[in-house]
């Protein structure tokens, strides 16, 4: 890792969010999924799905439930990045809205965010196995995660399609694949997404 992505590392603290943090969690998502700000990065599903990714009311709700957390990744006070955790029984969690700043990714900030996820997890929760879906189109996505460990469980689930909050679809058919990952397994080292 050239220097000045390993400063930019190092200035990175992580902390589980609060009630207070909603609003700037919302923004962030919705930034780093849809419109035009999503576009300045590598995660935008702009052209495929319309609409919000997320809004204050899920958010909040996920941040006081029982067996879910919201971790956030901070650097210089400003959340930069952030991602939900979801116990789903005793060995297993689920992970989504791993995002990170648009005009920060490209810079091992997601990897980083996702290595204190799994330590967390690990760690906090006793679990070995997380689960995540991505929309079978984020091939890219789905090559990023395999980097880091994830295999593809053959399962596809269909998009809620009904469900305005979670977007509106801009193409016919979307679908989720279900990536899975045994927690404690080696990541290749070096990863810069």
Not at 11 to 29: C, G, K, T, Y
Not at 130 to 153: C, D
Request: proline residues 3%; aromatic residues 8%.
């Amino acid at each position: 890792m050239a220097n000045g992505a390993q400063t930019f590392i190092n200035e990175l603290s992580f902390r589980n969010a609060l009630q207070s943090d909603v609003a700037a969690i919302v923004a962030l998502v919705n930034s780093a999924y849809r419109g035009d700000s999503s576009r300045a990065g590598w995660t935008t599903e702009a052209d495929i799905l319309g609409g919000q990714r997320t809004d204050e009311e899920e958010i909040a709700r996920l941040i006081a439930e029982a067996g879910s957390e919201f971790m956030l990744c901070v650097r210089d006070s400003e959340i930069a990045g952030s991602v939900h955790l979801l116990r789903q029984d005793a060995d297993t969690a689920y992970l989504g809205m791993l995002v990170t700043q648009p005009g920060l990714q490209g810079r091992g900030l997601g990897s980083r965010l996702l290595d204190e996820a799994e330590k967390f997890l690990m760690e906090q929760w006793g679990v070995s196995r997380l689960q995540m879906q991505v929309i079978t189109l984020r091939e890219e996505l789905i090559a990023f995660y395999a980097r880091r460990g994830f295999k593809r469980a053959g399962v596809f689930k269909p998009f809620p399609s009904n469900e305005p909050r979670f977007g509106l679809p801009k193409v016919a058919g979307l679908q989720f694949e279900v990536l899975e990952k045994s927690l404690g397994a080696a990541c290749p080292s070096g990863e810069t997404k």
